[in-house]
């Protein structure tokens, strides 16, 4: 690709669909639920906020670029609608977030776009992009350029370079085609003050979320989500955030973080998730966050994912009293071997530990659990079955492990595998599903399905959470917020 000069005025964002759906009714919902506990899986989409690209939305909107976005993935929208929407828009550029799961629906959202108008410059970024790029550039043509990592600083270079102004060959992070040679230029140094990030403009989609564990969906008021702290320090193998910021964990002061919180309350939002991968590892910090929200006598319902070994009861007591209403582990195995595979550096000891302390602070509390390591063994993905309905929990998540790139687990199964590197690359792959487990996809699935319903259809799991649901004024109102929206 060589530089080309043409002034940008317009940028127009979009987060590719996993699934195509048709907005739930309530009864849509029922069927839902029940198709969980039968088949353990589902289908119909459910998304958070984009905040991935609402950041570059803001960013490109302080650099004076009109933007537009839209977030597929919670519309559910198909690729003609998708198409005509960008025609409206009528970008200079486009540019697509993707994960493994909407890849493909990216690639061709891509096609359309340089098909229809092949003036407009197409910009892909995200996990998937980031480690796929080679091939990426070398399957898909009608892709200009794909940015690397964190695409805040990157996203204002190759603009200026579509304009002329820079060349491309000296934006550090990004991939692209020159003279038919695909070139790679250097990493981009990783964004270390995230404080002087932008605030990411909300108000760029007009959808309306709400948070989803299992196949249930609900939020207690005006829904939305929060980045407090960027990567992750730990090297869990079944995972590609590792690789996508080299291990390094990067903090919000607290300070930012409750401006932002205040200014969402400010704007309606009652119910905001916690999505960082790392929230309660510096624990000071946390304490921070939650001693401001009550200084500023901020009044909205919280939750956060956790691990289980950065917490404890006196924690999750500040946590509840700040306005926090539910905590999510990844717990993963009931078996330290399976623990150490993933890397994990956790025991079940300090999960049953995290979850007790959770629900003594009187948090709700989620777990969510992999089968299916090509080591695990029959037994081991029982035990870990029926220690996710031993433990005191109000949901959980079951799911054979997924293997995709960016991932430790899927550079360790290519290399005895090589030639799954072509098949998979853009899908990822289920190992139980390639016959790579000591037992069948069939026999998986059905031990994931069984146990489904044996915890939430367990007469006492659910007068359990009947009692707790009458008393907790929080689950009350998502109750109360559902019926009245039917």
Same mark, same amino acid.
Request: net charge positive; with cysteine; charged share 30%.
């Given at each position: 690709?060589?530089?080309?000069?043409?002034?940008?005025?317009?940028?127009?964002?979009?987060?590719?669909?996993?699934?195509?759906?048709?907005?739930?009714?309530?009864?849509?919902? $029922?069927?839902?639920?029940?198709?969980?506990?039968?088949?353990?899986?589902?289908?119909?989409?459910?998304?958070?906020?984009?905040?991935?690209?609402?950041?570059?939305?803001?960013?490109?909107?302080?650099?004076?670029?009109?933007?537009?976005?839209?977030?597929?993935?919670?519309?559910?929208?198909?690729?003609?609608?998708?198409?005509?929407?960008?025609?409206?828009?009528?970008?200079?550029?486009?540019?697509?977030?993707?994960?493994?799961?909407?890849?493909?629906?990216?690639?061709?959202?891509?096609?359309?776009?340089?098909?229809?108008?092949?003036?407009?410059?197409?910009?892909?970024?995200?996990?998937?992009?980031?480690?796929?790029?080679?091939?990426?550039?070398?399957?898909?043509?009608?892709?200009?350029?794909?940015?690397?990592?964190?695409?805040?600083?990157?996203?204002?270079?190759?603009?200026?370079? =579509?304009?002329?102004?820079?060349?491309?060959?000296?934006?550090?992070?990004?991939?692209?085609?020159?003279?038919?040679?695909?070139?790679?230029?250097?990493?981009?140094?990783?964004?270390?003050?995230?404080?002087?990030?932008?605030?990411?403009?909300?108000?760029?989609?007009?959808?309306?979320?709400?948070?989803?564990?299992?196949?249930?969906? =609900?939020?207690?008021?005006?829904?939305?989500? $929060?980045?407090?702290?960027?990567?992750?320090?730990?090297?869990?193998?079944?995972?590609?955030?590792?690789?996508?910021?080299?291990?390094?964990?990067?903090?919000?002061?607290?300070?930012?973080?409750?401006?932002?919180?205040?200014?969402?309350?400010?704007?309606?939002?009652?119910?905001?998730?916690?999505?960082?991968?790392?929230?309660?590892?510096?624990?000071?910090?946390?304490?921070? $966050?939650?001693?401001?929200?009550?200084?500023?006598?901020?009044?909205?319902?919280?939750?956060?994912?956790?691990?289980?070994?950065?917490?404890?009861?006196?924690?999750?007591?500040?946590?509840?009293?700040?306005?926090?209403?539910?905590?999510?582990?990844?717990?993963?195995?009931?078996?330290?071997?399976?623990?150490?595979?993933?890397?994990?550096?956790?025991?079940?000891?300090?999960?049953?530990?995290?979850?007790?302390?959770?629900?003594?602070?009187?948090?709700?509390?989620?777990?969510?659990?992999?089968?299916?390591?090509?080591?695990?063994?029959?037994?081991?993905?029982?035990?870990?079955?029926?220690?996710?309905?031993?433990?005191?929990?109000?949901?959980?998540?079951?799911?054979?492990?997924?293997?995709?790139?960016?991932?430790?687990?899927?550079?360790?199964?290519?290399?005895?595998?090589?030639?799954?590197?072509?098949?998979?690359?853009?899908?990822?792959?289920?190992?139980?599903?390639?016959?790579?487990?000591?037992?069948?996809?069939?026999?998986?699935?059905?031990? $994931?399905?069984?146990?489904?319903?044996?915890?939430?259809?367990?007469?006492?799991?659910?007068?359990?959470?009947?009692?707790?649901?009458?008393?907790?004024?929080?689950?009350?109102?998502?109750?109360?917020?559902?019926?009245?929206?039917?």
């Amino acid at each position: 690709m060589g530089d080309e000069m043409k002034k940008i005025r317009k940028v127009s964002l979009i987060n590719p669909p996993q699934y195509f759906f048709k907005p739930q009714t309530f009864k849509d919902k $029922i069927s839902i639920f029940l198709k969980y506990l039968r088949k353990g899986a589902i289908d119909a989409g459910t998304a958070w906020p984009p905040l991935g690209i609402l950041y570059l939305g803001s960013v490109l909107k302080g650099a004076g670029y009109e933007v537009s976005i839209l977030d597929a993935a919670v519309k559910g929208w198909d690729y003609d609608k998708i198409e005509r929407w960008v025609n409206e828009e009528d970008p200079d550029v486009v540019g697509i977030s993707t994960l493994t799961s909407n890849f493909s629906h990216g690639m061709e959202i891509a096609r359309r776009v340089k098909e229809a108008s092949p003036e407009v410059k197409t910009v892909v970024g995200g996990y998937h992009a980031t480690f796929t790029a080679d091939k990426t550039l070398r399957k898909f043509p009608f892709v200009d350029v794909v940015v690397r990592g964190e695409a805040e600083g990157a996203i204002l270079d190759v603009l200026l370079a =579509f304009e002329g102004k820079k060349k491309l060959s000296g934006v550090d992070g990004v991939s692209y085609t020159h003279s038919k040679k695909i070139v790679h230029n250097r990493p981009r140094k990783l964004i270390t003050n995230i404080d002087g990030l932008p605030i990411p403009d909300r108000s760029l989609v007009e959808d309306e979320y709400v948070n989803t564990i299992g196949p249930v969906s =609900f939020a207690a008021g005006k829904f939305t989500t $929060i980045i407090t702290s960027r990567g992750c320090p730990f090297r869990c193998t079944f995972c590609s955030c590792t690789a996508f910021r080299n291990n390094i964990c990067t903090f919000r002061s607290p300070e930012s973080v409750v401006d932002e919180l205040e200014e969402l309350t400010g704007q309606g939002y009652e119910d905001i998730g916690v999505v960082d991968d790392s929230f309660t590892l510096a624990k000071k910090r946390v304490e921070k $966050i939650c001693g401001l929200i009550e200084e500023r006598h901020l009044k909205f319902h919280w939750w956060c994912g956790s691990r289980v070994d950065s917490v404890d009861y006196d924690i999750f007591l500040k946590m509840k009293k700040a306005g926090c209403e539910s905590v999510f582990f990844g717990i993963e195995s009931a078996n330290q071997r399976i623990l150490d595979y993933y890397d994990k550096r956790t025991t079940p000891q300090q999960s049953i530990r995290a979850v007790n302390a959770a629900r003594k602070a009187g948090l709700n509390t989620t777990g969510t659990f992999i089968v299916g390591a090509s080591i695990e063994t029959k037994r081991e993905v029982i035990n870990t079955l029926e220690f996710a309905k031993r433990l005191d929990m109000d949901a959980i998540g079951i799911g054979p492990l997924w293997v995709y790139p960016g991932a430790h687990v899927w550079d360790e199964l290519l290399a005895k595998n090589p030639g799954l590197q072509e098949k998979y690359w853009e899908s990822g792959f289920v190992p139980v599903k390639l016959g790579m487990c000591q037992y069948s996809k069939e026999w998986l699935e059905d031990a $994931i399905r069984k146990t489904l319903r044996e915890f939430y259809l367990n007469p006492s799991y659910i007068a359990q959470e009947l009692i707790r649901s009458l008393k907790d004024p929080y689950r009350r109102k998502v109750i109360s917020r559902k019926f009245h929206r039917r």
